[in-house]
Nanobody, 112 residues
Framework: QVQLVESGGGLVQPGGSLRLSCAAS????????MNWVRQAPGKGLEWVAEISSGGGRTRYADSVKGRFTISRDNAKNTLFLQMNNLKPEDTAVYYC?????RGKGTLVTVSS
C-alpha cells in the first residue's frame, strides 16, 4: 500500500527557508518519478518540482526555479524540498506525489 507523509511546514517570514520531507512507504522511491505540488488558498493544484527515477534529473516550475531544490535520500526512502528565499505567494499546502498518489500535505505560510 502506497503511503506518503509530508512534514516540515510552518510559518516563516519572507526571505526565510524551510525544508519539507516526504516519507514514502509501500514502494521504492529510487525507482519512481516523484513530484511536489502545492495548492494555495482558494486556488487549484500547481506543480512545483519533479525528480526522475534513477538518474536524479530535476525540473522546476518557473515560479520556484533558483529558490527550491528537490532531492531524495534513497536509503531513508524520503523525498525533500528545500525552499529558500520564500515569498508570500509560496503560501500553500504542499504535497508530495507519485503518479496519482498524494499525501495529506503540509502547510507552509510565508508572512511577516
Amino acid at each position: 500500500q502506497v503511503q506518503l507523509v509530508e512534514s516540515g511546514g510552518g510559518l516563516v517570514q519572507p526571505g526565510g527557508s524551510l525544508r519539507l520531507s516526504c516519507a514514502a512507504s509501500g514502494f521504492t522511491l529510487t525507482y519512481s518519478v516523484m513530484n511536489w505540488v502545492r495548492q494555495a488558498p482558494g486556488k487549484g493544484l500547481e506543480w512545483v518540482a519533479e525528480i526522475s527515477s534513477g538518474g536524479g534529473r530535476t525540473r522546476y516550475a518557473d515560479s520556484v526555479k533558483g529558490r527550491f531544490t528537490i532531492s531524495r535520500d534513497n536509503a531513508k526512502n524520503t523525498l525533500f524540498l528545500q525552499m529558500n528565499n520564500l515569498k508570500p505567494e509560496d503560501t500553500a499546502v504542499y504535497y508530495c506525489a507519485r503518479a496519482t498518489n498524494r499525501g495529506k500535505g503540509t502547510l507552509v505560510t510565508v508572512s511577516s
